[in-house]
């Protein structure tokens, strides 16, 4: 059998490195001429039939392709179709631009390609260490058994913290559901608690850890769309005297639609009183703190037993990257470690250094998400992150500001961070609900399809609203000014097709 040699790489993803280096500079030129031609290039175009085709299409070719011309075909397919979110004038949902730098860290962390599972290499220490500075940042408290890891997102980092809030139940009342499973009828449901407002990933979480969204109470709101308190308080009481079991309540800090950020500091005391494990989803909301103006909304926010938090919504980390952090950090381990507890890795002790990460959350190979977080957080410094979040509110207020002077638009939410619910509604139209609903609905798809900016729509107390999301680090107070024009001129140009059919 003839030799193999490492100068036959034919089917291996193998490049010489000179090759690589004239590929990763051309793919750097290309990315540098994107960004720098963002602003004069439609916020979101939607793609022809034609294109979208040729992608659903695609075959594996039969024989590799040269970099050259699968950079073309990336430049030309692909990049040319963005979903829209690196452009300052995108309001669309709670996604950012990516941090530039933030994009140079993908490159690095894939170069290294380490799996964060655990061991002894600088990923895992630059996890542990980012880890901390989200937890400082936000202030929950990771002494003395904290824990926290870097996820998908929040609805992971959320799953992620349920688990152990599930857990943490069921071994208090002296079962052990890891075992069990959830089957039994013989013990009572556990309850999860969760507002109107609260998101759709806590529903989902609730299904998957097999509580059942049957026994997800979902709360009601106050006049600020915050969880009722005294509501909350009821249902849990019912459920007792129900015989159900009351396990954890699920606050927001910031929630997807609103930016609400429910009353945290009563939720704790109630779950102190009720003996109730108490989650904070911040995903989009918790680096909120960090802006002196609404600061003192988040008191309590340090009492929660856990904190979903997502880099990659704030503070403009590529995605994927979202954060579990954990106040009792040896009830995720138990969660989630298949390791025997006489086996397992201890601080200081033998080969390996620290417990490994995949004892504390689902996966076993784990990506290098610290890499870009970090390079992020180094650029940006604390100042930097609270700087970012500031101007963001303070735009959201501003943009507030140009609703309420606009006398055909209304805001239909209190506006505590950086989303904006509002709707065009011309005094004439606002005692006809449907209509505008309807409306107001045709608007949002109008603007998404003109380029010229880009909102996204939600159902608030059975009203359809439009819904700006301020996120991007380049948006200035000319974007939203154009963002009020782009909407009332369409507004109107919809009202006028309307009185001028036949
Ligand atoms: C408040 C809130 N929670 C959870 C999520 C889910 O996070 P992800 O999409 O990163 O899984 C979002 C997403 O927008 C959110 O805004």
């Given at each position: 059998m003839a030799a193999i040699n490492s100068n036959d790489k034919a089917g291996i993803p193998g490049m010489d490195v000179e090759m690589f280096s004239v590929v990763a500079h051309r793919a750097v030129d290309m990315v540098t001429e994107y960004l720098m031609s963002i602003r004069s290039r439609p916020v979101f175009e939607p793609m022809q039939s034609a294109q979208r085709e040729r992608l659903l299409r695609l075959e594996l070719p039969s024989s590799g392709r040269s970099?050259?011309?699968?950079?073309?075909?990336?430049?030309?397919?692909?990049?040319?179709?963005?979903?829209?979110?690196?452009?300052?004038?995108?309001?669309?949902?709670?996604?950012?631009?990516?941090?530039?730098?933030?994009?140079?860290?993908?490159?690095?962390?894939?170069?290294?390609?380490?799996?964060?599972?655990?061991?002894?290499?600088?990923?895992?220490?630059?996890?542990?260490?980012?880890?901390?500075?989200?937890?400082?940042?936000?202030?929950?408290?990771?002494?003395?058994?904290?824990?926290?890891?870097?996820?998908?997102?929040?609805?992971?980092?959320?799953?992620?913290?349920?688990a152990a809030a599930r857990h943490y139940a069921a071994t208090a009342d002296g079962w052990n559901e890891r075992e069990d499973g959830l089957q039994s009828r013989e013990r009572p449901p556990l309850v999860l608690y969760l507002s109107e407002e609260g998101h759709g990933c806590m529903r989902k979480?609730?299904?998957?850890?097999?509580?059942?969204?049957?026994?997800?109470?979902?709360?009601?709101?106050?006049?600020?769309?915050?969880m009722d308190v005294s509501a909350l308080s009821e249902l849990v009481k019912k459920d007792r005297e129900a015989g159900y079991r009351p396990f954890c309540i699920a606050a927001s800090a910031g929630t997807v639609n609103t930016g609400t950020i429910d009353p945290l500091h009563e939720i704790a005391a109630l779950c102190r009183e009720q003996n109730l494990w108490f989650h904070v989803d911040g995903a989009y909301g918790a680096f909120g703190v960090l802006d002196d103006g609404v600061a003192h909304m988040y008191r309590g926010l340090a009492e929660a037993d856990s904190l979903a938090l997502d880099p990659h919504k704030w503070l403009s980390v590529p995605v994927e990257c979202g954060c579990a952090l954990v106040r009792d950090g040896r009830v995720l381990r138990d969660t989630f470690s298949l390791v025997p507890p006489y086996l397992r890795t201890e601080e200081g002790k033998g080969f390996g250094g620290l417990p490994w990460f995949s004892e504390y959350g689902f996966q076993q190979t784990r990506g290098f998400r610290a890499l870009k977080l970090w390079m992020v957080m180094e650029f940006a410094g604390r100042a930097g992150v609270q700087a970012l979040v500031k101007r963001h509110n303070a735009l959201a207020q501003r943009l507030t500001e140009l609703i309420k002077e606009e006398p055909d638009l209304e805001l239909l939410a209190p506006v505590t961070l950086s989303a904006v619910c509002f709707r065009y509604a011309p005094p004439t139209l606002r005692t006809d609900e449907v209509r505008l609903s309807a409306l107001n609905k045709a608007l949002m798809e109008r603007v998404q399809a003109r380029g010229e900016t880009f909102v996204s729509g939600t159902t608030l107390r059975n009203r359809f609203a439009l819904r700006a999301c301020i996120l991007h680090y380049d948006t200035t107070s000319?974007?939203?000014?154009?963002?009020?024009?782009?909407?009332?001129?369409?507004?109107?140009?919809?009202?006028?097709?309307?009185?001028?059919?036949?």
């Open positions: 970099p050259d011309a699968i950079l073309d075909l990336f430049r030309e397919a692909i990049l040319s179709h963005p979903m829209g979110n690196g452009h300052p004038r995108f309001f669309g949902w709670v996604n950012s631009p990516p941090a530039p730098i933030g994009i140079v860290a993908e490159l690095l962390s894939a170069a290294m390609n380490p799996s964060c599972a655990g061991g002894d290499h600088a990923a895992i220490y630059l996890e542990r260490a980012v880890v901390r500075w989200l937890a400082e940042l936000v202030g929950f408290p990771l002494e003395p058994f904290g824990m926290g890891l870097l996820v998908s997102g929040g609805s992971m980092a959320s799953l992620t913290c349920l979480a609730a299904e998957l850890l097999g509580i059942g969204s049957k026994w997800l109470r979902v709360v009601p709101t106050n006049s600020q769309i915050q000319d974007d939203l000014a154009a963002l009020i024009k782009t909407i009332r001129d369409t507004g109107d140009q919809l009202v006028q097709a309307e009185v001028s059919k036949p």
